[in-house]
């Protein structure tokens, strides 16, 4: 980490998007991770897609559990209310806090740890409703804070720093959060820029839950040879499948795409995905088939990337409870209660 | 003073045993309500098992012309449907009571009693004879022993028409069949028996301006009142009903007439732990928000309880407990976490817990624990019980003033933000330990960041000592604000006595009762019943006040006598424990006896004279 501050203020040439904000803006505090963190790229790679996207930042609202990952969520978009909440609840968190207002943008970040071990029930049941957010494993295989043990996304046979090799399966968030039924998928590197912000630009303006599993290499417990999580072995075995641009609904469509090789899916708010095979082998839009083809891959060692999920989700967690477009924290009080009158026929009943 | 009334009219209890999911609970209902509406005080009491089919199951109908809610401990009329627990149920009938049994298969000569009257009603073949299908027979037979109740007590055939009426409202076929039935055993009863029996029932006006209703409904409803939004929570008996309830009512009363759409959320979480996450979540952004559970449900929460204390969230939390410890006995009820739900989770932890006594105190306590969550932001939990949360209770009719509106607490509006200069989420500047919050969406600039590690009270991680301590002990502050907003104790003074009785929730019932079988036997006594932790300023004056304490709980670890004795300057040495913890509600038999044991081989050590008249 670093501890000298930016300054403040921000160079006049610096490029504004449609509210007028520079990147700057849609950054956070200091960032407290070791130099070289995995996170930190991703960290940067949300404030560009934020930007980019011009979300107002107030209405950014920023979850995490516990855990280097869960730190991150104070490093971006300072102008959002972030909640740093305990070891693998942010789900819960972030659950009641959209059922509260659905207007507002959720975006939450976890590690492998949070989310694959202790918090894997709430992850899994957060998936089962489509909450409507944004969900990033900041995934490197192991613990950071308590010093290098592994975590439940280790791979078989990788070795800690200290020697000892794991033997237990790894869970694959990307697999179980296709076989949950989630309707945006993708896995992504954390120094793949190129790759990862049109997924966060898109993953933001998904209708439901969105999962962005990113390999985010600890340089200090997990970047030695033996690991499967290193800088070196994610850059030899990463495999790009599926490319996806975003293009926000301002944009035009400009097609430099060749036909058959691309696939323009729109999205709820009139945006619009673009996707482009990689692989030609591999269709992101049949899930029994994607989920066969990223296990055969894995099998192998390689690590499939790209969005190799997607489709428009129908029914997020609002859409299935009927709750009015306004949020319910909105709700006038003379909304809510029946009064006196509305007290005195409930009483009928009891009498 | 009046001789006291030796009639045993409109003051007796029935007790009836059967067999779970026979659909009993249709019959007892319709006693109670009936007697209910013919004017008479009238109290249910369930005991229920955990299962939902097959294991035996009792329900307790006490009819009190003096309007007692506690059970009485004793059993004048028993009606023994359940072959399996015919020994037991026979022995529990008070001498100079009735039995009444099932007379179509033979019960065992041995168990007969000579000092009480048997009635054997075949009430299987009048079922068998007159309806059709297994389960309708078995249904039909239960309703029928209502009939047979109704012709010994003399109730009124055209108020249980009625009450069926009610019931049926959409299927007028159901009327007449359970009407057939409730004929049977009535004519039966009559021809056979001599109706009615000197326990019976005569018209009163006592019910007037009340209602039959139980906690966890009224507490439901106060949700609906107090405007909560978001409910979340795991299924857990017994608070299971408050959700079905706030449900029901909800999907009545705030269901959109045009659109369709709800203005609520209703969410069953995949544990308690999710489910205090969900409320905290909403809390926090802004919406009311409530969970219901039992003990086991708690003790999952401790977690998260600590958070929404260090992180200043508010939360509402309805603990509805039953007996302890661990799974412990789910259908019955207890106060076994009074201990832990006053200082849940890790490192210096207390929150606000409310103790409502009666369905009439759920109602208006769950209004005010959110007014106290938001103005306090913090966890505020209501301490119900299976006693009061599943029972029928007769309670004063329940009134709403159509000027409340919620205390929203400290949030700072767009306008009050623009005009600072710098927003600090832990700032205190009224000096009441309550700092500002801004709800998210809000304004860029009143961003901020919650979280449970230690933090500056500008908002910022840290791990300063001073800047930890500062926090911390500007929670105490806060603290020492709730005490001043928290309902006042309810005092009983009249006696005057240096003897007192201190209590809290669902033993309210049973202490009053008892003080007025002491006060016949002229032994005088004070109350007080405690309705907050913290303990409002009142409690501590009334503990110094009087020589001799009993502190009457239901637990077996003097929970309440233990935080009295944390909270306040008592000397342990004035405070008696009456403790009752098997999972029975308490009664006052209980309470009296154990003032007396204490009190009399007292006065009988002072010199002739020095008693106190």
Same mark, same amino acid.
């Given at each position: ?351 | ?61 006490? $009819?009190?012309? #003096? *309007?007692?809610? =506690? ?8 009606? !023994?449907?359940? @072959?399996?627990? +015919? ?123 009340? $209602?039959?209703? #139980? *906690?966890?409904? =009224? ?8 405007? !909560?939004?978001? @409910?979340?929570? +795991? ?130 306590? =769950? ?146 009762? =008892? ?99």
């Amino acid at each position: 980490m670093t501890f000298i501050a930016k300054p403040k203020v921000a160079h006049p040439s610096l490029p504004k998007n449609a509210l007028g904000f520079t990147r700057r803006d849609y950054e956070g505090a200091l960032s407290t991770l070791c130099a070289g963190c995995g996170h930190d790229s991703i960290t940067a790679a949300i404030v560009e897609a934020s930007w980019a996207l011009a979300v107002e930042p107030q209405n950014m609202v920023k979850l995490s559990g516990i855990g280097c990952s869960s730190k991150t969520t104070a490093y971006f978009v300072s102008g959002g209310h972030g909640f740093n909440s305990v070891h693998g609840r942010m789900p819960s968190i972030a659950m009641g806090a959209n059922a509260a207002n659905r207007a507002l943008q959720y975006i939450g970040v976890s590690g492998d740890g949070d989310t694959l071990s202790i918090g894997l029930g709430q992850f899994c049941h957060a998936i089962r409703r489509n909450l409507n957010m944004l969900y990033i494993i900041e995934n490197n295989g192991v613990y950071g804070l308590t010093k290098g043990q592994f975590s439940a996304s280790a791979d078989v046979g990788s070795t800690a720093k200290k020697g000892e090799t794991n033997f237990q399966p790894p869970i694959d968030p990307v697999l179980l959060a296709m076989t949950l039924g989630a309707s945006f998928v993708a896995r992504s590197f954390s120094g793949d820029k190129q790759q990862l912000v049109p997924l966060i630009q898109a993953g933001l303006r998904h209708q439901g839950f969105a999962l962005i599993d990113v390999l985010s290499p600890c340089v200090t417990f997990n970047d030695h040879e033996g690991s499967t999580k290193s800088y070196a072995y994610t850059r030899e075995h990463y495999e790009p499948a599926v490319h996806a641009d975003f293009v926000p609904l301002e944009r035009e469509i400009i097609a430099d795409y060749k036909e058959g090789e691309t696939l323009p899916l729109l999205m709820h708010d009139g945006s619009r995905i673009v996707l482009r095979k990689l692989d030609t082998a591999y269709d992101p839009t049949n899930r029994t088939l994607a989920a066969a083809q990223i296990q055969e891959r894995m099998k192998a060692g390689e690590y499939l990337t790209g969005l190799l999920y997607v489709e428009r989700s129908q029914n997020e967690f609002h859409q299935l409870n009927a709750t009015p477009d306004a949020p319910l924290n909105s709700l006038p009080y003379e909304v809510l209660s029946p009064g006196a009158q509305g007290l005195e026929k409930v009483l009928a009943r009891y009498r | 003073m009046t001789p006291a009334n030796t009639s045993r009219v409109n003051d007796f209890t029935i007790k009836i045993a059967t067999v779970n999911g026979t659909g009993s609970a249709s019959a007892n209902t319709l006693l109670m309500k009936s007697i209910f509406r013919s004017g008479i005080p009238v109290m249910g009491k369930n005991y229920f098992p955990s299962n939902i089919q097959g294991l035996p199951t009792w329900y307790e109908i006490r $009819i009190t012309r #003096d *309007g007692h809610v =506690a059970r009485s401990g004793q059993v004048d009329i028993m009606v !023994a449907m359940n @072959a399996e627990t +015919y020994a037991r149920d026979v022995k529990e009938v008070a001498p100079g009571g009735y039995l009444v049994y099932d007379s179509t298969w033979p019960r065992p000569a041995l168990l007969k009693r000579e000092d009480i009257a048997v009635f054997g009603v075949p009430l299987a073949r009048l079922c068998n004879e007159n309806f059709n299908g297994v389960r309708t027979r078995i249904l039909m037979k239960n309703i029928c022993y209502a009939g047979v109740l109704a012709a010994l007590l003399d109730l009124d055939l055209a108020r249980i028409r009625e009450l069926l009426a009610e019931t049926y409202a959409k299927k007028p076929q159901l009327v007449d069949s359970n009407m057939k039935a409730i004929q049977l055993g009535y004519d039966y009863a009559r021809a056979t028996f001599p109706c009615p029996l000197p326990l019976r029932v005569e018209q009163m006006t006592r019910t007037a301006g009340h $209602i039959m209703i #139980d *906690g966890n409904t =009224a507490a439901a409803l106060g949700c609906v009142f107090a405007g !909560a939004t978001v @409910a979340a929570w +795991y299924p857990i008996t017994p608070s299971t009903s408050l959700m079905d309830a706030f449900k029901m009512f909800a999907d009545r009363m705030r269901v959109d007439r045009d659109s369709g759409r709800r203005n609520f959320a209703f969410i069953q979480a995949e544990d308690e732990l999710a489910a205090i996450g969900m409320v905290i979540g909403a809390m926090w952004n802004g919406a009311r928000a409530f969970t219901a559970t039992s003990g086991p449900g708690i003790s999952l929460m401790n977690e998260f309880l600590g958070l929404a204390y260090y992180a200043e969230v508010p939360a509402v939390i309805f603990d509805i407990q039953r007996v302890g410890p661990s799974t412990g006995m789910p259908t019955r009820t207890q106060q076994g976490d009074l201990m832990e739900c006053a200082y849940a989770s890790h490192g210096d932890t207390r929150h606000v817990c409310l103790y409502p006594a009666n369905p009439e105190e759920c109602f208006y306590m =769950a209004v005010q624990a959110f007014d106290l969550a938001e103005r306090l932001q913090t966890p505020v939990l209501v301490l119900s019980d299976l006693d009061i949360g599943m029972n029928d209770w007769m309670c004063r009719d329940l009134k709403w003033d159509d000027n409340y509106r919620p205390d929203r607490g400290k949030v700072l509006g767009q306008d009050e933000i623009l005009k600072l200069e710098k927003f600090y989420r832990f700032v205190d500047k009224d000096g009441d330990g309550i700092t500002a919050r801004t709800l998210p969406g809000v304004h860029p600039k009143a961003a901020y960041f919650a979280r449970g590690s230690g933090h500056t009270q500008y908002g910022a991680y840290t791990e300063d000592p001073t800047d930890y301590q500062m926090v911390l002990d500007r929670l105490l502050e806060k603290w020492a604000t709730a005490k001043k907003l928290m309902p006042r104790a309810v005092i009983d003074a009249t006696a005057g006595a240096p003897v007192g009785l201190v209590s809290l929730g669902s033993c309210d019932g049973a202490i009053r009762e =008892a003080m007025d079988v002491l006060k016949s036997r002229g032994v005088g006594v004070d109350y007080m019943r405690v309705r907050s932790f913290p303990f409002s300023e009142d409690v501590e004056r009334f503990l110094a006040a009087h020589e001799l304490l009993f502190v009457v709980e239901q637990n077996r670890d003097a929970q309440f006598r233990a935080l009295l004795t944390l909270e306040t300057a008592v000397e342990k040495s004035k405070l008696r424990s009456l403790l009752h913890y098997n999972g029975l509600p308490i009664s006052s038999a209980f309470i009296v006896e154990g003032v007396l044991a204490e009190l009399q081989p007292r006065q009988q050590l002072q010199p002739k004279g020095a008693v106190r008249g």
